[in-house]
């Protein structure tokens, strides 16, 4: 099913074909829940999830390592998104390398039906890897922390609210059909992990804090009076809700976002990195972060291996020839 990708087989095409009964039995469940309300709640969830909420609240955490009422709070929640980050973004799915649901899987007899939900939820896209799931990990990393900081200030009743909101944007990711089912397992797996661990953390660092009477007495609430620690509380819950509602407000208008150019064994439907200094355009046609990555870095071995030998083999010709031309900056660095 898979053996049409020329490419070396790495741990991401592993897992395609070993859970590939267990993920498309899955899509198939929250592909036939689809419906309009569902998908606006998916959005909200995804949301949630989504770096342009989860650094603003790390950003939050900070502040409220200053105040010695939530410092146990803000060590928790920048320590989880800290772990989390490192073993998701920087670890996993650089080594796993899997490739999205919506490429790979028209390398199968179940695209038809997969592209029908796909595309009816709005063709959403991401521009990295799949394995794990980003959105997941950063909900989970952040409400597990939050649930066991609750729970351990006798707060039960309100601790559950947290994971019970990932959990939504877990399911999110699947029904939105930007992840596969195991990446997000995977997700929630490395989030809990990352929350835990961010627990521990900010324990330790209080029981460090408690020992010390000069670090103890670091507090800025000291400065202020009562009413404006109120009015602090007030201007963080703002703060959250407007970068809540710009992150969603994003993501309703992302179907329009231009795709990646890249169309060799499947169209990738990952979003193009459009004006950006870092992802510039190769031959005038825009890609995802990945496939740039993987043209560019051919296009230095293709350079290489030019210089190393006048007469390439056959076999060497054939397999640049889809390749696309140098760049006008990358044949000036040459000539220089
Ligand atoms: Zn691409």
Known sequence: MFNLIPLAATLGDKLDTTFFGLDTAIFTFFGNMQNGFLNIV??????????????????????????????KYGIAVISAVAIGTIITNLCLKPMVLRVRPYNTLQL?????????????????????????????????????ALCLCLAS????????????????????????MVHYPTDVIAGVLAGTFAGVCGFFISKLALHIFSKSEKLDKICFEDLFHLKIYKAFYIILAIVIIADFGF??????????????????????NNKARIGEDKYPAIDGKNYCKIHWKQLTAEAEGEEQAEEETDAPAEDVTNETATLPEQTEAEQTNAAA
């Open 42 to 71: 998916a959005k909200l969830f995804t949301s949630l999830g989504d770096e342009n909420f989860i650094i603003p609240v790390a950003v939050l955490a900070v502040v409220l390592c200053c105040f010695k009422k939530t410092r």
């Open 108 to 144: 199968s007899d179940f695209w038809a039906q997969f592209k029908s939900w796909y595309t009816s939820v709005g063709s959403l896209s991401e521009s990295d890897y799949s394995f794990p799931s980003g959105h997941t990990t950063s909900a989970f990393e952040v409400a597990v």
């Open 153 to 176: 200030d006798k707060k039960g009743k309100v601790a559950w609210i947290p994971p019970l909101l990932a959990l939504g944007t877990a399911c999110s990711r699947i029904y939105l």
């Open 247 to 268: 992150s969603f407000g994003k993501l309703m208008t992302e179907s329009d976002e231009v795709k990646c150019a890249y169309n060799v064994e499947y169209d990738c």
